[in-house]
């Protein structure tokens, strides 16, 4: 079994919980000592020097007391594991030594701290002695990425783990392995980064447990002072279930969440009140349904995620092909200072269409800039070159660009292809257009005269009048939807790709009257997103404060 060393630096991710922490993770997996714990396994995968031990070792006793039970007899109640000696062994040393500050014998704490606690590589099933059902699986994983470990382990982790995918973090692998071990209605609690449930090397994580489990709680703890050291991890506290899902509650800690409010957060969702005011830092808001698929599961505010699951409840994709409604992107072509030019005079006009791109439509309608594609597509086909000398003479001319491209190395014999093909019907028929990068959406009507570059997304419709959606894509019901699905950049500025636009939900066309979709309308020719937004909160039967707070 291939096995790795930690370096001085601390190679292995181990990043340690502060107490209070792990007593509020404890009570949301219901491991509590009210509970007849002596009858349930709770497993720790990668156990560091115990600090969640020695809080479980306290609720175990304590419960053992309540429930008539001897300690002693406890042996198989806890397993814990940690690919490094020295974290063993200090474990054992910490749970044992607080066994004996509540009353055990010598003997019993130091058998039960050795029963409890083996030394074993937890994703590949090291100090597994064979089949294990937890009722409970709870942990800080590490936080190592798999191209900073030997390559050996981590195509052993690979093979053994289905989700750890791309240039994931092991903690992935640890979410899997974990909720394998599940019996029926177990929970599994971690707290760690969220990035897997917003990312690529996650998509296989959420596909898993979207179709096998349930999502419980989830507690954003972003800015709270929650390990022993600093971290930039962005970690929350996540509860999956094995069983169905049912409601979720998302939680918002802020920056100055402490222990007086995990005991309170603990409290309120123990008791299912989900209408009593949030009292403390944070906020608490309870999902009908989970999100599913692997798809990027949205972040935000309990009440931006809230509102998010009430609209995809209730209303269809933008993107549906009832009405015709399709969502793209315009032309990328690999070599833009050759096929996006200002003049080419040699180049036949057939050959030439008026392109648009991102900066000539910053004023919220098109102003051309006179730039054309030059265009090697004929319905679908490349020319033949020799039916066009001039476009020949111009692409022969910068042939070593253009066959320097990924696309023409690859299709040699297609050399001066775009990476795109040209949609013959596109430039004529009247469209939406929004960049792609930009604080909030910025829909422009084209009525049917520019073809789109590729830093623009295009949507279409054989049944929306176009004025009145682009009222929609303006409002701020778009940016709420896009904000929560797509990879925020720098300076809060968002990535209206097609993915995250088919993300957004609409009423169907023919529901909106004739004074709403006026209205609509005007406020797109006004770039009036305040208006925009009042419409669309009555189309959608949100209350106008509650968009604008989520949206934000």
């Known amino acids: ?51 969640f031990l020695v809080p479980i070792a306290e609720r175990l006793m304590e419960s053992c007391t309540k429930h008539g039970r001897s300690l002693a007899d406890m042996g198989s109640a806890i397993r814990a594991f940690d690919v490094l000696d020295r974290n063993v062994e200090a474990a054992r040393e910490s749970v044992a030594a607080r066994l004996v500050e509540l009353g055990q014998p010598d003997d019993i704490a130091a058998s039960l701290s050795s029963q409890w606690i083996s030394q074993g590589d937890f994703l590949l099933g090291a100090g597994l002695d064979g089949p294990l059902e937890a009722d409970f699986v709870v942990g800080n994983p590490p936080y190592v990425r798999l191209e900073d470990i030997p390559t050996t382990v981590s195509d052993a982790y690979r093979s053994e783990c289905a989700t750890m995918r791309g240039r994931a973090d092991i903690y992935v692998g640890f979410f899997e392995k974990g909720l394998s071990l599940l019996g029926p209605g177990g929970r599994l609690a971690f707290i760690c980064a969220d990035r897997w449930m917003h990312n690529q090397y996650g998509e296989r994580l959420r596909a898993l447990v979207a179709s096998e489990y349930a999502v419980d709680t989830v507690v954003a703890m972003h800015s709270v002072d929650a390990f022993e050291q600093s971290v930039s991890a962005y970690p929350a506290i996540t509860v999956l279930r094995n069983g169905c899902q049912g409601p979720a509650h998302v939680v918002e800690a802020a920056d100055d969440f402490n222990a007086t409010d995990g005991g309170r957060l603990a409290r309120r969702l123990d008791d ?105 597509w004929d319905e679908g086909r490349l020319v033949d ?148 937004s009042d419409v669309a909160a009555a189309l959608y039967g949100i209350d106008r404060s509650d968009l604008r707070h989520a949206a934000a």
Not at 31 to 47: K, Q, T, W
Not at 339 to 351: I, K, L, T
Not at 459 to 472: P, Q
Not at 510 to 524: M, N, R, W
């Open 1 to 51: 079994m291939p096995t790795w060393t930690v370096d001085p630096d601390g190679a292995h991710g181990e990043v340690f919980t502060r107490r209070w922490v792990v007593e509020l993770i404890l009570d949301l997996a219901g491991y509590r000592a009210v509970e007849d714990l002596g009858a349930s396994v709770i497993v720790e995968p990668a156990c560091g020097a115990g600090a």
């Open 272 to 376: 299912g009140d989900d209408h009593t005011p949030d009292e403390g830092h944070f906020q608490v808001a309870t999902l009908e349904r989970w999100f599913e698929g692997g798809g990027h599961w949205p972040s935000g505010s309990p009440g931006a995620l809230e509102l998010i699951t009430d609209l995809e409840k209730r209303f269809d994709p933008l993107e549906d092909w009832r009405t015709g409604t399709r969502v793209g992107i315009g032309v990328a072509t690999g070599c833009d200072e050759v096929f996006v030019v200002g003049d080419a005079p040699e180049v036949e006009p057939s050959r030439l269409l008026p392109m648009l791109t991102a900066h000539d439509i910053t004023s919220g309608v098109p102003r051309w800039s006179g730039r054309h594609l030059v265009n090697p």
């Open 385 to 532: 070159l020799e039916a066009y000398p001039g476009l020949a003479s111009y692409l022969r001319r910068h042939a070593s660009r253009i066959k320097g491209r990924y696309v023409a190395r690859n299709r040699p014999e297609s050399w001066y292809r775009t990476i795109d093909r040209v949609d013959p019907d596109l430039q004529a028929r009247p469209k939406l257009l929004l960049p792609d990068l930009k604080t909030a959406a910025h829909p422009v009507l084209d009525t049917g005269e520019f073809y789109p570059h590729h830093n623009l997304y295009y949507v279409v419709s054989d049944k929306w009048d176009l004025e009145v959606l682009g009222g929609l894509l303006l409002s701020d019901v778009a940016n709420l939807f896009v904000g929560a699905y797509c990879v925020k950049m720098r300076g809060g500025t968002y990535r209206f790709q097609a993915q995250y636009l088919r993300k957004i939900r609409v009423p169907a066309p023919d529901s909106i009257d004739a004074t709403a979709a006026s209205a609509l309308a005007k406020s797109f020719r006004d770039r009036d997103r305040v208006a925009a």
